[in-house]
């Protein structure tokens, strides 16, 4: 069953609306960005390399645990963090800044 | 300033007692395992499949920008969570089940 085109705007519209959220990028299965608020090229740099993430993570659990599998995966950096979420049909990814306690927001570029 | 033996074994001790986790490996900076209360082949896996796993989430955070850096890699999966602290000298692992409510363990060397 496919999910509708409406259905990913609205996950498009409803993360990025959200605070501290810097980014989403959402990827299809071949995965090629259907929907960024990013520019082309870092949404082509953030889908490589975090599909291919994503993907050697999911290998990592699997060969662990062949029962197992990845749901999810939050990569924690100095500046922000990036969430991953493998959907069936697609690969979703949020930049958001680290969500502390009850910081400042800080300007960034 | 090396970390001390005792610190690590202190780490492993209160991780370990922690509610929920059901296995810490501690591996040095070449990847090997000097503490684990998994068994030899369990512990050889998780520190090769999630330390490679950490090498390319950190390489794929500084090329997107190198001025950026991993600290924290949390991989969540059906089963449970693996969390993946990159310490100085070291790389700390802790396995527990998925923290579905409000406090969640972040470990630190």
Redesign the interface.
Known sequence: MAVQASEIDDTLKRLSSRKGVKAVVILNSEGQAIRSTLDPD?TK??GQ??S??AQ??RS??T???E?????????????HE?MVAPDREYLLIVVQNPVETTQQATPQA
Chains 1, 2 share one sequence.
């Open positions: 870092l740099q953030y390399l975090i291919n993430l050697q993570a990592a659990v060969t662990l645990d029962q197992n599998d990845l749901t999810f995966l939050r990569v924690r950096t100095k500046k990036i």
